[in-house]
């Protein structure tokens, strides 16, 4: 058993912080064992105590959403809407990825990155090509970092090199699933079908078998466009909605979901996301970058949809999701006072939101509550002169004005991860 010694703080409800000033969390085999006030709470005499002193001890972090294959298009062409960005400057980007040298000199520049903001888990689309996104399921098992890692499927409406065969398709995700088998593992595949419009129904029919026979998760997007849900009417006249259509190809809920943005939910969308327990990855600076508009965060959690957060890079500009916190917040703030009065987010909801709701994806990740397996970041923010604040003002203000420089541990299932080699 090890016992980690620091200010302990995590939400094991949205409402509110679990705060303990000079706490202990006992941690063995990976999971947590409990909090206490003091290490001989835990009667273990022989137990190796590693004191992190007045530094504070939190969740890791996860990121719900984000291309790991747009990584190098950060900060790139956000004057544009979702559409013509996706054609002008995604599609060409991802096209470099038949390249797997390339992909492996960007992809290891991803992986270290989301290692220095704090993120020890994400659900990541990489590309259509194999070679690529095996390289970098292989990296995050390099690294001792959790992902769950998509080859994307897409077989129309995009650049010919980025298309391929149904076959194809369904032969390289086999591949993977085999390759990356073992359930319990920290990297596995997700089944991606890009989106709707980029995929004929015998696509999404061959992705929905693929996860239920290989007990894989799924990820897509969802209404994140106006335009976008236009051109599915179009494409997929038979499903009422959006969401039906993922449905009727057995991709929502079915098997473990998360569908990033859902900016424009309908009333029936808004049920089947309850009644499928599929996850929302909230993509507050995607939303707002590529003009898709602004997602109702709090009528999800008050219907009781499953919520997590994303950076969407590239859509997103920030890697952060302490940031994305943030943003959330400010977003939240818009909604509620422009468009109908909602409450506005609070921190420890966001905070909840980003660390056990999106952790509850990948088991029981997330929190310091007994059984959790022990993902945690060790932060030093005395540069941010927290005399006479107090531990939950402490946080507020590292997630608004910290960077990774303050980040001086970071732990996942148990084991602390060294930085990435690049």
Not at 11 to 17: C, E, L, R, V, Y
Not at 180 to 186: K, V
Not at 192 to 200: A, E, G, H, L
Not at 311 to 324: E, P
Request: hydrophobic letters at 40%; a negative charge.
């Amino acid at each position: 058993m090890k016992i980690y010694k620091a200010n302990i703080v995590y939400t094991q409800h949205p409402g509110s912080f679990d705060v303990l000033k000079g706490g202990c969390v006992a941690v063995e085999d990976g999971r947590v064992v409990g909090v206490a006030s003091d290490a001989s709470h835990f009667a273990v005499p022989d137990a190796e105590v590693v004191d992190y002193g007045d530094c504070l001890l939190i969740p890791a972090m996860n990121d719900m959403h984000v291309h790991a294959s747009q990584y190098r298009n950060q900060g790139i062409a956000m004057d544009l809407e979702l559409l013509p960005w996706l054609a002008n400057y995604t599609f060409p980007e991802e096209a470099k990825f038949a390249s797997l040298s390339y992909a492996d000199s960007v992809y290891r520049r991803f992986v270290r990155d989301l290692w220095r903001f704090g993120t020890m888990r994400c659900v990541t689309f990489a590309t259509t090509h194999y070679e690529g996104s095996r390289r970098l399921m292989q990296l995050f098992q390099e690294a001792g970092m959790g992902a769950l890692v998509g080859k994307v499927s897409m077989d129309r409406n995009s650049r010919p090199e980025l298309c391929e065969s149904v076959a194809d398709s369904v032969r390289h995700i086999e591949a993977l699933a085999e390759e990356f088998g073992d359930p319990e593992g920290l990297v596995r595949p997700i089944v991606t079908p890009r989106f709707i419009p980029s995929c004929t129904p015998e696509m999404l029919r061959a992705c929905g078998e693929l996860a239920r026979k290989y007990n894989l998760s799924v990820q897509s997007h969802l209404s994140e466009n106006t335009d976008e849900i236009a051109f599915v009417r179009k494409l997929e006249p038979e499903s009422r909605n959006y969401a039906d259509a993922y449905l009727r190809y057995g991709l929502f809920g079915q098997q473990p979901t998360v569908m990033a943005h859902c900016v424009w939910p309908e009333d029936e969308e808004l049920q089947l996301l309850k009644e499928n327990g599929v996850m929302v990855a909230h993509c507050p600076t995607s939303n707002l970058n590529v003009s898709s508009g602004m997602a109702p965060v709090r009528t999800f959690l008050d219907k009781g949809i499953r919520v997590g957060l994303g950076s969407d890079i590239s859509g997103g500009h920030d890697l952060s999701i302490f940031r994305m916190m943030a943003y959330a917040v400010q977003v939240s703030k818009m909604y509620g006072k422009y468009c109908g009065g909602a409450p506005f987010l609070t921190l420890p909801e966001v905070f909840w939101i980003a660390t056990k709701s999106a952790g509850s994806f990948f088991g029981k990740v997330g929190s310091f509550e007994p059984g959790y397996e022990f993902d945690a970041l060790v932060i030093d923010d005395s540069a941010l002169n927290y005399d006479n604040y107090t531990i939950v003002q402490r946080i507020e203000r590292f997630i608004y004005l910290g960077d990774d420089r303050y980040i001086t541990h970071r732990y996942c299932r148990g084991v602390e991860i060294p930085e990435p080699k690049v």
